[in-house]
Structures are given as C-alpha cells and as structure tokens.
C-alpha cells in the first residue's frame, strides 16, 4: 500500500497521511480531494511513502483535482 503526505490549508504544523487507491496515479505535487475531520479538503501531494505511523487511521484519496486554466 502505498501512502500519499499531504499538505492540507488548515491549521495544523504537520503532513497527513492517506493511502492511495489501487488504478490512481497520484505523484509529487498532484493536487489531491481528501476527508479531514468529516469535511473533504483539497491537498497538496509532498511525498510518497511505503509506510505511516498512522496505518490504523489512514484513510484512502477520494480523488485527483483538476483545474483548468
């Protein structure tokens, strides 16, 4: 399983961890739809991971954000 760090506009000091579903491509600076505190927020993709501390709390992306310009 692999762990996606995400940024997240909230006010926090630290990363949060979620695990990235089987078939997304999700890479460095994606930016990623994620559920924070029952809310869903949009993120920013910091780094990739193969574990977290956290695995008993992690939760899947619900999905990539697409912008056009």
Do not use: K, N
């Not at 505190?37 to 954000?65: H, K, M, N, W, Y």
């Amino acid at each position: 399983m692999a762990i996606a760090r995400v940024a997240l506009p909230v006010a926090a000091w630290h990363l949060f961890d979620y695990w990235i579903p089987d078939g997304l491509q999700v890479a460095c600076g994606d930016i990623v739809r994620v559920r924070l505190a029952g809310r869903l927020q949009c993120g920013v993709v910091t780094g990739i991971e193969s574990t977290s501390d956290f695995l008993d709390r992690v939760q899947p992306i619900a999905q990539l954000c697409y912008f056009a310009a």
